[in-house]
C-alpha cells in the first residue's frame, strides 16, 4: 500500500538541540498531513515537550516520548507505558553523582512529575532545550527518596569521571540500558522501552504494517526504530550505526533535501517551497 506512517525524531533530525523547529520546516511536515500519510515524533523528549513541537506544527502527530517509554496516539490516548522501579544501589549512585558537585539528574517519574536535582545551569539547559518545566528543582537528594520511585527516563548530566558508579549500579539492573551521548549526557531507561519496540506497538495499534512506515532519525538510540522501519532515513551528519541501519541518508537536520526524499519515497504530495 506504500508509506502509511511517517516517523520523525526530533533532535538532529528536524532541528539541531537547543534550537527551535523553524516554521519551514513545521510547515514541511504539515504538509505531509495531505499526503494520507499518518505522522509521528518519537524522541528522548518528554512526551510534554513533543506536544509543543506537535501544536507548533499544528497537525494531528502520534507522539514516542522518554525515548518509546510512552506512546500516545495523535488524541492523546494511551498505546503503551514502560516504567522502571529506581532500586537501592541504583538510588545511591545516583545520590552520591549529585552530591560531588557540577552535575544533575533528570528524573521523569510514571506519574508525569519531573524531578530536578542538582547543578542549576544544567537544570536550566534541560528546561531550554525541551521548552518545558520541571515539576521541582532541588540542590541534593538523598538515596531514600529516590528508592522506589517508578520512572519512566533518568537523565544524568555532568562529569564523566563521576558517572562510572551510576553506569556500574545500572548494569547491575537486570532489564535497565544505560546510554552515553559523548556530551556529558547519560540516559538510564528500561529495555522493553526503545524507539524500535515503541514503533512496533504503535504499527500493532494502527494496524499498519512496518513494512509501510518511514522512519527518520539520526542517533545510536534511533537505530532499533529505523531497522525496525520498511524504509528508512538517516539525517547526516549523524551516528555512523544510524547511517549504516538506514536504507538511505540525507544531509542536514530539517533541510529541503530531507522532505524533498521524504516526499519521493511517500510518492505522493509536494513539499512547500518558501518558509
Not at 498531513?33 to 502520534?62: F, K, N, Y
Not at 521548552?131 to 537528594?141: D, F, G, Q
Request: hydrophobic share 45%; with cysteine; net charge negative.
Amino acid at each position: 500500500m506504500g508509506i502509511q506512517l511517517v516517523v520523525f525524531d526530533v533532535d538532529g533530525t528536524l532541528l539541531h538541540t537547543g534550537e527551535r523547529l523553524a516554521d519551514a520546516t513545521a510547515e514541511r511536515i504539515a504538509a505531509l498531513a495531505g499526503t494520507g500519510a499518518q505522522l509521528a515524533l518519537a524522541s528522548a523528549r518528554p512526551t510534554e515537550s513533543l506536544r509543543l513541537v506537535r501544536d507548533q506544527i499544528g497537525v494531528p502527530m502520534h507522539l514516542v516520548g522518554f525515548n518509546g517509554a510512552e506512546v500516545l496516539h495523535a488524541d492523546d490516548t494511551p498505546v503503551r507505558e514502560v516504567g522502571f522501579a529506581i532500586e537501592g544501589r541504583l538510588a545511591a549512585a545516583l545520590a552520591n553523582f549529585v552530591a560531588a558537585g557540577g552535575n544533575a539528574i533528570n528524573v521523569y517519574c510514571s506519574d508525569g512529575r519531573w524531578l530536578g536535582i542538582g547543578e542549576k545551569e544544567l537544570l536550566d539547559r534541560e528546561e531550554h532545550d525541551t521548552w518545558t518545566k520541571a515539576t521541582k528543582r532541588l540542590a541534593n537528594i538523598r538515596a531514600d527518596q529516590l528508592l522506589g520511585l517508578r520512572v519512566r527516563k533518568i537523565m544524568a548530566e555532568g562529569d564523566d569521571r563521576a558517572i562510572p558508579e551510576v553506569r556500574t549500579a545500572v548494569e547491575s539492573v537486570p532489564g535497565l540500558v544505560f546510554t552515553h551521548s559523548g556530551m556529558g549526557l547519560n540516559d538510564i531507561w528500561h529495555v522493553d522501552s526503545g524507539k524500535g519496540n515503541a514503533l512496533v506497538a504503535l504499527g500493532k495499534a494502527l494496524k499498519i504494517p512496518l513494512s509501510d512506515v518511514l522512519a527518520v532519525g539520526d542517533s545510536d538510540t534511533d537505530v532499533p526504530m529505523l531497522m525496525a522501519a520498511g524504509t528508512s532515513i538517516a539525517v547526516l551528519p549523524g551516528a555512523s550505526d544510524a547511517r549504516a541501519a538506514a536504507t538511505h541518508s540525507v544531509r542536514g537536520a530539517g533541510s529541503t533535501e530531507l522532505f524533498k526524499l521524504v516526499t519521493r519515497l511517500i510518492g505522493r504530495g509536494t513539499i512547500p517551497t518558501q518558509a
